[in-house]
Structure formats: C-alpha cells, structure tokens
C-alpha cells in the first residue's frame, strides 16, 4: 500500500487528458510542491527565479475525474485539487 501511495503522490491528471494519470517516479517535478502563488505553471516558470527559491505549481489546474478521486480516497491519498484546497482554507483562516 505505501508503495502504491508514494505512487499516487507523484503523479497527476492532466486537465485537457482526465482519462490518463501521469507518473514519473525518477522525474525531478516529483520534488514540486503546491503554492496559491507558484513560481511555475504546466508551460513552465512564470516569472525569474532566485538562486535557492522553491519551484512551486498551483496543483489547482489539474484534473480531477472521479475515477482519479476514487483511487486516491480508496489509499487515503488526497488528490492535486485537495492539496491546493487544503492549503486555501488553512491560508484564509490566518489572521
């Protein structure tokens, strides 16, 4: 099982190609983390980045079929679009 979730963890469903899941586990983007303000999107960075800044992604513009949220939910893996839903409600209940 924990095999099968660091496998979910470093995929994704394209938005344009919900009936494919995407996963590289030897991949450096399996390092890229959400951010409600990325310094990259699917096409690449969105603005200079420092030496030493985090590469960041808003995991919001994934896709999200329901057979992907079924296998996630069914090994307790939250999906892209739960991650960056998670991380608003956090951020908008700081005060």
């Known amino acids: 099982t924990e095999e099968i ?3 979910l963890r470093q995929g994704f469903v394209l938005p344009n190609a919900d009936d494919v899941f ?7 983007g399996r390092f890229m983390n959400h951010s409600n303000a990325p310094t990259c999107g699917p096409d690449g960075t969105l603005r200079d980045i420092q030496t030493g800044e985090e590469l960041t992604m808003d995991y919001s513009f994934h896709g999200n ?31």
């Open 22 to 28: 995407y996963s590289n586990p030897t991949d450096a």
């Open 65 to 95: 079929p329901e057979w992907y949220q079924s296998i996630c939910q069914k090994y307790s893996v939250l999906t892209e679009r739960q991650v960056a839903q998670n991380l608003r409600n956090e951020s908008s209940n700081i005060i």
């Open 5 to 7: 979730q660091i496998f």
